[in-house]
T-cell receptor
Framework: QKEVEQNSGPLSVPEGAIASLNCTYSDRVSQSFFWYRQYSGKSPELIMSIYSNGDKEDGRFTAQLNKASQYVSLLIRDSQPSDSATYLCAVNRGGNTDKLIFGTGTRLQVFP | EPEVTQTPSHQVTQMGQEVILRCVPISNHLYFYWYRQILGQKVEFLVSFYNNEISEKSEIFDDQFSVERPDGSNFTLKIRSTKLEDSAMYFC??????????FGPGTRLTVL
């Protein structure tokens, strides 16, 4: 069983729509959860971190965490073509200083 | 805004040669990491470093790899005898207990 699983996509949404990205993880002791955005050939860029159950909103982005279901999601409202990228889910067992375990990423395409 | 920097951006080497990849972490960060991403694959943890010693290393980080903080600003990854399968993007990251991991732009290593 993969530690962090994501649908590879591509997920195609029209401009202005809501994009919903999902991630499941296998290690129940995972405590910290992150969404990174990666443009082709570039490094991961942190979008959101979430540590407790529920929703966390930051601008057009909302992260949702359900530890009982071992599920993390990222919603992108009012999607823009510039949001087209691969979105990486990452988890770790401890705090910010613990190693990150990444999923393979979901490729998002936002078309005009 | 503080950022992690890495040099060189692209390194081409012959199989069996030694390479040193360099990173300058964010100045107030004390925890340092190396990750790698083989083309088309997920980001994988290699090693974490704190207080001048390795905190954790993955199975990938064998005797051919070493890390060092030679001065107060640089953090290096050395591969002693490169193999074809070492070709990848290598990302340096840094963090603090209160700040999540931020990634540098990466070094693309090509082993011929």
């Amino acid at each position: 069983q993969k530690e962090v699983e994501q649908n590879s996509g591509p997920l195609s949404v029209p401009e202005g729509a809501i994009a919903s990205l999902n991630c499941t993880y296998s290690d129940r002791v995972s405590q910290s959860f992150f969404w990174y955005r990666q443009y082709s050939g570039k490094s991961p860029e942190l979008i959101m971190s979430i540590y407790s159950n529920g929703d966390k909103e930051d601008g057009r982005f909302t992260a949702q965490l359900n530890k009982a279901s071992q599920y993390v999601s990222l919603l992108i409202r009012d999607s823009q073509p510039s949001d087209s990228a691969t979105y990486l889910c990452a988890v770790n067992r401890g705090g910010n200083t613990d190693k990150l375990i990444f999923g393979t990423g979901t490729r998002l395409q936002v078309f005009p | 805004e503080p950022e992690v920097t890495q040099t060189p951006s692209h390194q081409v080497t012959q199989m069996g040669q030694e390479v040193i990849l360099r990173c300058v972490p964010i100045s107030n960060h004390l925890y340092f990491y190396w990750y790698r991403q083989i083309l088309g694959q997920k980001v994988e943890f290699l090693v974490s470093f704190y207080n001048n010693e390795i905190s954790e290393k993955s199975e990938i980080f064998d005797d051919q790899f070493s890390v060092e903080r030679p001065d107060g600003s640089n953090f290096t990854l050395k591969i002693r005898s490169t193999k074809l399968e070492d070709s990848a993007m290598y990302f340096c990251a840094s963090s603090t207990p209160t700040d999540t991991q931020y990634f540098g732009p990466g070094t693309r290593l090509t082993v011929l």
